[in-house]
């Protein structure tokens, strides 16, 4: 049974709604809690223990100058798909925090992106039951036409909230 941790008993009741009303929901709800992701227009299309799928449009307010996302915009991206599949299993006591943040840029996307997280059994585990830890998170980042012109590494730690 996953951990209910204040941030998962934030979004169970998202779940509980019919499918069309989940993204925006979950997405505004977040975009008040980390209101960056607000701003930047991400949108939460799904959000588990075990994953996390998240989209921008190629939208005029988050393009470079040659018309793609900006780098700045898929490094958000990836790190809000990762950082929030890990805040989903973090016990209260803790508080989760990026330490590696490693985005290659391979080819030039095109078109609207969408960041992939998941974790493993194994990884959900540790971060359920150690005080403290870290872990690599897997985000597979693909643009509009599905290739994946962007690598990343994320290494994510969880630490005793300070008192």
């Avoid at 169970?12 to 925006?24: G, N, W």
């Avoid at 950082?83 to 989903?88: E, L, P, Q």
């Avoid at 872990?135 to 290739?147: H, I, L, N």
Wanted: glycine share 6%.
């Amino acid at each position: 049974m996953p951990l209910a941790n204040r941030f998962s008993r934030t979004m169970a009741p998202i779940a509980m709604l019919p499918k069309v009303l989940q993204a925006p929901l979950r997405s505004l709800v977040l975009g008040r809690f980390v209101p960056f992701v607000g701003t930047a227009g991400l949108r939460i299309e799904e959000l588990t223990h075990e994953r996390a799928v998240i989209t921008i449009a190629n939208a005029r307010h988050v393009r470079n100058h040659i018309g793609n996302v900006h780098a700045a915009a898929v490094a958000l991206l990836a790190e809000t798909a990762s950082g929030f599949v890990v805040g989903m299993n973090v016990p209260d006591a803790s508080v989760p925090v990026i330490k590696t943040l490693r985005v290659d840029f391979l080819k030039r996307p095109q078109g609207a992106m969408r960041a992939v997280a998941e974790l493993t059994p194994e990884q959900l585990e540790a971060i359920r039951t150690t005080p403290k830890g870290e872990t690599p998170v897997r985000v597979t980042v693909s643009d509009g036409t599905g290739r994946e012109p962007v690598a990343c590494e994320m290494i994510w730690a969880w630490v005793p909230k300070r008192r």
